[in-house]
C-alpha cells in the first residue's frame, strides 16, 4: 500500500483548489482531492497542455465521478445531434455548446486547445460572455457524444437541450429574473408593512405587544427574498471565492449576509427588530438595476444582429433578368447568381452550373466542396470558380453571419487598451471597497455601535464598479450601432477605440476612390461582332472583380453563353471557354505573351480569343463626389497613401487631388500591398486601409482596420473591420470624429462613475447612509452613466445629420441660400 507523505495532507487539490483531506489522490508527488482531478491533470500533461495551470492557480472545477457515463446517450440518436449542427457537410460538423463551467482565462485557453486533446477536433473557439464554445470536428473519428464526453472529462460539462435556441435563453433568463423581482418585491412591501409600528408615531402598543410576532413573520419573509431572489449573488461570490477570485459579487453578498445575521441575532435575542425592510429592499433595487442592465444589452444585441443588416447585396433572378437585392430582403424560394468569390447569404440549393465551395469561414478548413445541382448548400460557404445559381431554403439569418463573421481567423484580435485599463482597475476596486468597508465598520463600532452595521453595508453596496465597466460597452457599443445607421457596419465595439487612434490612411483606387457605376467604357482594336460580345459578357459574369462588374454592366444587352473551365488569376485576369472558343480578359501580360504597347492614359482592359489580341476595353474612370474635399480635411489630420494595382495613368489627376506629401503608387500586387502596409506598422503608424476586399484582402488583414467598401454588389471579404456604403463614402472624416468623441465620451463616464463613488463613499462611510438608500443609488448610478454614454454618443452621430435636415426644412440650406443671394443680385441689377 502506498504511504501518503504527511506534506500533502489537507493541501489544496492542485486541480480544483478543494481541500484534498486526509487522503489525497497522489500522483508524481502532487495531491489531488479525487481521481477525477487526477485524470484531468494527468490528460493535460501527457499533450503538454499543463501551461493551463500557469494562467491561473487552480483554475478546473471539481466534477463527480462517472456521473456523465450515460447523460449523453441521447447523442447517439442521428435525429437529435442533426437538430444540433449548425454546419454539416461529408464528416465535417460543426456545433456550439453551452457550458456554464466556462470562468476564467483558464478555460478559454483549454478549450480553444482541444485539438491537442483529440486530432479530430479542427477548431474551437470561447464566447466567454455567452458561456459557449463552438467546436468544429470531424464525425468520422468522434461522434457528437464523444465530443460531449470530453469535455466533460475535462470538467467542462455542457448542457443541451433541443431547444436551446438564443431567443429562448433570453427568454427564460428574463422570465426567472422576472420571477425573483417578484418575490423580493412581495416580501419587500410585506416587511415595510410590517416594520410600520417602528416608524409611525403612536404605534408604541402594536409595537409592544406585537414585536415577536412581527420580527418573526419579517423573518419568514425574507428567506425566500435572500435564498431565491438573491441567490444569484451569494453563489456567484462562492464560486468566485472557491477560485480564488474576488468578483463585484463578493462585497454585495458580504453585505446581504451582515444585514441578514445582524437582524436575525437582534430578533431572536430580542433586542430589536433587525434591518430585514433593507435587506429585502436592497435585494429588489439591485434586481431591477440588473434587469435595466439587461434589457440594455438585450436592446444593443437586437440592434446589431436584426436591423442593422450587413450592407451586403447579391444578383437575385427575376424573369430571366438580374436585378441587385439587400441579402436581408432574400425570401425563401428566390433564385440568386453567386460569382467567383462571393459569399453565400443564406442555406440554399444548387440549382445551376459547377459548384466548388469554400466553407473555411465556417469551419476553419482551407478545404473546397463540389457540388452538383440538387446539392444543399450552407450559409458562409465562398463560390471559387464560375457564377452558380441556386435557389434560397432559409432567410438571411444576421445573427449568424455576423457570428461568422467575429468568430473569422481572417483577421487579428484587436488589443483593447481601454478594456485592459478596466481590468486593472476592476482587480483591486472591490478589495479597496471591502478594506474601506471593514474600516468604517471598525471605527463605528468603537465610536457608535449603532451605526457599524449600516456604514459596513452601505459602503460595500453603494460602491460599484459596475458603472465603470458598464461605461465603455455601452460608449462603443452604442457608437457602433449609430454608425451603422449612418453607413459604416463595424465587426465589433473594439473597432470604434481602433479607428480613434489612426494616423495614417490608405486607399486602394479602383473601386474605392472611382465610382464603379459612373464609368465611360469603349472598345478601341478590331471589330467586335456579336459573337465576341456574347463571349466577353459571359465570362466577366463569372467574377466579382469591379472592372468585371463594370464590363457587365456595360454589355448588358448581349446574351450570355456557357463558359467552361472559368479561370481567375488574382490582379491579372479571368479566363475560360466560351463556345469552343478560349477567351482571356485582362491585363496585357495576361492574354498575350507579345509585348502590347499602352495606347491611353486610362484603365485598359485587353481582350484575346485563341491567343489573339482583338483589342482593349478603355474605362474613364470617374471619382467619388466629394472626394476632393474629403481628402483635404483628411490631410491635417492623417498621413494618406494610394496603392494601385492599376498603372499609372492617374497619377496626374490624383496629384492634383491629394497632398504632395501623399505617397501614390501603382502596379502593386497583393503581395506588394501587404508588405507596403506591413513596412508602414513597422515604422510604429496606425494603419486604417480602405479597399474593395478582393486585390487587397491581405493588406486589410494586417492593418490595424480595414474597411471594405460595398457598392450595389458587393464581395464580402472577412479580412475586413467594417463595411462602408460606397454612398457615404465621402463622409469618412466624420465616421472618425464620431469614433474619436465616443472615446472621449468613454472617459468623461470614468469621471462620472469615479465621482459617484466618491459621492457616496463620503456619505457611506459617516453612517449616513442606509443600505436600501445604498441599494437604490447603486442601479441609479449604472442607469445614469449608461444613460450619459448612449445619449451622449447618439447626440453626437445625430446631431449634424438633423440640423442639415431643419435646414432644408426651414430653407436655409446652403445652395438655397446662394440661389436667393443670385436672385437680389439680378434684381438690384
Not at 458587393?714 to 463614402?729: G, M, T
Request: hydrophobic share 40%.
Amino acid at each position: 500500500m502506498t504511504k501518503i507523505p504527511e506534506d500533502t495532507k489537507n493541501q489544496a487539490c492542485i486541480h480544483c483548489g478543494d481541500d484534498c483531506g486526509k487522503h489525497p489522490v497522489i500522483w508524481d508527488g502532487k495531491p489531488f482531492c479525487c481521481s477525477g482531478c487526477s485524470t484531468v491533470f494527468q490528460l493535460l500533461n501527457e499533450n503538454e497542455l499543463c501551461s493551463y495551470y500557469n494562467i491561473e492557480s487552480t483554475p478546473g472545477i471539481k466534477i463527480e465521478e462517472g456521473k456523465f457515463k450515460e447523460k449523453f446517450a441521447f447523442l447517439d440518436e442521428d435525429e437529435i445531434a442533426s437538430q444540433l449542427y449548425e454546419f454539416s457537410e461529408d464528416s465535417i460538423r460543426k456545433v456550439s455548446l453551452y457550458t456554464p463551467g466556462i470562468h476564467c482565462s483558464s478555460c478559454i485557453w483549454l478549450l480553444e486547445h482541444l485539438h491537442v486533446l483529440n486530432k479530430a477536433v479542427l477548431k474551437s473557439t470561447v464566447n466567454f460572455v455567452k458561456k459557449e464554445v463552438a467546436v468544429t470536428f470531424d464525425s468520422s473519428e468522434l461522434s457528437l457524444r464523444q465530443l460531449a464526453e470530453l469535455l466533460a472529462s475535462i470538467h467542462y460539462v455542457p448542457e443541451i437541450t433541443l431547444d436551446n435556441l438564443q431567443e429562448k435563453k433570453n427568454q427564460d433568463a428574463n422570465k426567472k429574473l422576472l420571477y425573483k423581482i417578484g418575490v423580493a418585491g412581495f416580501g419587500f412591501g410585506n416587511i415595510m408593512l410590517l416594520s410600520l409600528p417602528e416608524y409611525v408615531p403612536g404605534s408604541e402598543y402594536l409595537e409592544t405587544h406585537f414585536k415577536s410576532f412581527f420580527g418573526m413573520m419579517n423573518f419568514l419573509l425574507v428567506l425566500p427574498v435572500l435564498f431565491y431572489s438573491g441567490s444569484d449573488y451569494i453563489l456567484s461570490a462562492y464560486k468566485g471565492l472557491k477560485h480564488k477570485f474576488i468578483n463585484i459579487d463578493v462585497p454585495i453578498s458580504l453585505g446581504i449576509i451582515t444585514l441578514f445575521i445582524q437582524s436575525c441575532f437582534e430578533i431572536f435575542t430580542r433586542t430589536g427588530s433587525g434591518y430585514m425592510d433593507s435587506l429585502t429592499g436592497l435585494i429588489f433595487f439591485l434586481l431591477i438595476g440588473k434587469w435595466y442592465q439587461s434589457k440594455s444589452y438585450q436592446a444593443l444585441s437586437f440592434e446589431r444582429d436584426y436591423r442593422s443588416y450587413f450592407p451586403v447585396a447579391v444578383s437575385k433572378i427575376v424573369d430571366g433578368n438580374e436585378e441587385s437585392t439587400q441579402i436581408n430582403k432574400l425570401k425563401k424560394g428566390d433564385l440568386i447568381l453567386i460569382r467567383n468569390q462571393e459569399l453565400i447569404p443564406a442555406d440554399a440549393i444548387l440549382t445551376k452550373g459547377e459548384a466548388l465551395i469554400d466553407y473555411s469561414f465556417v469551419t476553419g478548413e482551407s478545404r473546397s466542396v463540389s457540388k452538383r445541382v440538387g446539392d444543399h448548400l450552407f450559409a458562409g460557404g465562398k463560390q471559387v470558380g464560375g457564377a452558380i445559381e441556386m435557389c434560397i431554403e432559409k432567410e438571411v439569418v444576421q445573427s449568424r453571419l455576423t457570428q461568422l463573421w467575429n468568430q473569422s481567423e481572417e483577421k487579428e484580435i484587436y488589443f483593447s487598451k481601454l478594456n485592459s485599463l478596466i481590468d486593472q482597475i476592476s482587480k483591486y476596486f472591490t478589495l479597496t471597497i471591502i478594506a474601506i468597508g471593514a474600516l468604517a465598520g471598525l471605527y463605528w463600532l468603537l465610536h457608535d455601535p449603532s451605526k457599524a452595521v449600516f456604514a459596513f453595508t452601505s459602503v460595500l453596496i453603494v460602491a460599484c464598479p459596475c458603472a465603470l465597466a458598464l461605461s465603455s460597452p455601452f460608449a462603443l457599443g452604442n457608437t457602433m450601432r449609430m454608425l451603422g445607421r449612418l453607413g459604416i457596419y463595424l465587426k465589433g465595439a473594439d473597432i470604434v477605440e481602433a479607428l480613434s487612434g489612426v494616423d495614417t490612411i490608405v486607399f486602394d483606387k479602383t473601386g474605392t476612390i472611382t465610382q464603379a457605376d459612373a464609368v465611360n467604357v469603349k472598345f478601341e482594336g478590331d471589330a467586335l461582332t456579336i459573337e465576341d460580345y456574347n463571349a466577353v459578357k459571359s465570362l466577366v459574369r463569372h467574377s466579382s472583380h469591379v472592372l468585371s462588374t463594370i464590363l457587365y454592366e456595360h454589355l448588358k444587352a448581349y446574351a450570355s453563353e456557357k463558359v467552361i473551365d472559368f479561370k481567375e488569376s488574382v490582379s491579372l485576369g479571368i479566363s475560360g471557354d466560351v463556345e469552343g472558343r478560349q477567351v482571356k480578359i485582362g491585363s496585357a501580360s495576361f492574354v498575350s505573351d507579345a509585348k502590347v504597347e499602352k495606347a491611353s492614359a486610362s484603365t485598359e482592359v485587353f481582350v484575346s480569343f485563341d491567343g489573339k489580341v482583338k483589342g482593349r476595353f478603355v474605362l474613364s474612370n470617374q471619382y467619388r463626389a466629394g472626394l476632393k474635399e474629403m481628402i483635404t480635411s483628411l490631410s491635417s489630420d492623417y498621413e494618406l497613401h494610394v496603392l494601385s494595382g492599376d498603372n499609372d495613368a492617374e497619377k496626374a489627376n490624383l496629384q492634383q487631388i491629394f497632398p504632395e506629401n501623399s505617397n501614390l503608387l501603382f502596379n502593386q500586387s497583393p503581395r506588394n500591398k501587404l508588405e507596403y502596409i506591413q513596412a508602414l506598422k513597422s515604422e510604429g503608424k496606425r494603419i486604417l486601409m480602405i479597399g474593395d476586399g478582393l486585390n487587397d484582402a491581405g493588406a486589410l488583414k494586417v492593418s490595424d482596420v480595414g474597411i471594405s467598401i460595398a457598392d450595389d454588389i458587393y464581395h464580402f471579404s472577412p479580412a475586413c473591420d467594417a463595411i462602408l456604403k460606397a454612398s457615404k463614402f465621402q463622409e469618412l472624416k466624420r465616421f472618425l470624429k464620431i469614433s474619436k468623441q465616443s472615446l472621449r465620451v468613454v472617459k468623461l463616464s470614468f469621471l462620472l462613475s469615479f465621482s459617484y463613488n466618491i459621492f457616496g463613499l463620503f456619505f457611506a462611510v459617516q453612517g449616513l447612509l442606509s443600505p436600501i438608500v445604498a441599494a437604490l443609488l447603486m442601479p441609479i448610478s449604472s442607469i445614469s452613466v449608461v444613460a450619459f454614454a448612449s445619449f451622449t454618443t447618439s447626440y453626437l452621430a445625430k446631431s449634424k445629420n438633423e440640423k442639415l435636415i431643419a435646414d432644408k426644412k426651414n430653407g436655409f440650406n446652403e445652395v438655397e441660400m446662394l440661389r436667393k443671394e443670385r436672385d437680389s443680385l439680378v434684381e438690384t441689377i
